[in-house]
């Protein structure tokens, strides 16, 4: 599972291009919110095609625990669902 810390990139990766029966488009990020230094993934950054964009990934199996925090926001046309997790690996 790879993330980013800019909303922007996750934006930008994270849209679905099917079109809902509304005629918007809709995502799904999640937020991981990490409670100490043991649940932050690594930082892959200098192996990036992309080493601009700063990237941390979790290992496969790594249990994301959405505590129930979500918030939806418009950009653009397109609805995107900003759900919060915790992750335990």
């Not at 990766?13 to 488009?25: A, F, I, L, M, T």
């Not at 937020?31 to 700063?54: I, K, M, R, T, Y």
Request: net charge negative; glycine share 6%; aromatic share 8%.
């Amino acid at each position: 599972c790879s993330t980013t810390p800019d909303l922007h990139v996750a934006i930008k990766y994270s849209k679905d291009w099917n079109s809902d029966s509304h005629g918007g488009e809709k995502s799904l990020i999640f937020a991981v919110h990490v409670e100490n230094f043991l649940q932050q993934g690594p930082d892959l950054s200098f192996l990036s095609c992309f080493p601009h964009e700063q990237e941390a990934l979790y290992p496969p199996l790594t249990f994301l625990r959405p505590p129930g925090s979500k918030q939806e926001i418009m950009v653009g046309d397109a609805t995107v669902t900003i759900m919060e997790v915790v992750p335990s690996m």
